[in-house]
């Protein structure tokens, strides 16, 4: 079982389930599974010889975002980077100023053309091998067993690395909820 199955399975519960406990279920696993399709590092590890078991998503990675920046996990930082606030009025009004802006109208977001499931952790794999994980070299050192990064010497994100992740993550955002509406019609109609 994996995210595309799962999207599928819940898909199947909205159509067809006759349950609304059931029916509700499945509606909020859709919103949790869309919005996470669309994040990098959940579709994506990295093995090698610092990491011979995977980095699990770059939950073993060790990075800091500045110099007097406290080290956090690679994974940790894409999550924050799409979103790092459980304000809702903050996010609301985040989200207005994305659906404002010019690159992100409909007519932009070339993305939207596939409405297939299995497209859209390609998309967001190829983020993360060609720029999550690699900016000029690796990103970042392994956590070495420990809980948290609080590895003194994780390096700092190459220059540009932090806005480049903050424009793809404004996009994927986009991406995911402009398909999730389409998904949401799809299924319930209006």
């Known amino acids: 079982m994996n995210i595309l199955t799962a999207l599928t399975e819940n898909e199947s519960v909205v159509k067809n389930a006759n349950d609304p406990e059931r029916k509700a279920i499945a509606l909020a696993w859709l919103f949790h599974l869309v919005g996470d ?113 609080m590895v003194a010497t994780a390096p700092i994100f190459p220059a540009g690395y932090v806005a480049n992740a903050s424009r793809i993550a404004d996009r994927r955002m986009i991406l995911a909820g402009c398909r999730l509406a389409h998904l949401l019609t799809r299924l319930l109609g209006n």
Request: include cysteine; hydrophobic fraction near 30%.
């Open 37 to 149: 399709i669309h994040q990098p590092l959940h579709t994506a590890q990295l093995f090698t010889a610092e990491y011979p078991q995977g980095d699990k998503g770059g939950n073993e990675i060790c990075v800091r975002v500045t110099q007097a920046g406290q080290p956090m996990d690679l994974h940790r930082f894409w999550d924050g980077v799409i979103t790092s606030s459980s304000n809702l009025t903050r996010l609301r009004n985040e989200a207005t100023a994305l659906r404002t802006r010019q690159e992100f109208q409909r007519s932009q977001l070339t993305e939207l053309a596939s409405t297939d499931f299995q497209a859209w952790p390609k998309e967001s794999y190829e983020i993360a091998t060609k720029i999550a994980y690699r900016s000029g070299g690796p990103i970042g050192i392994p956590k070495g067993g420990i809980i948290d990064c």
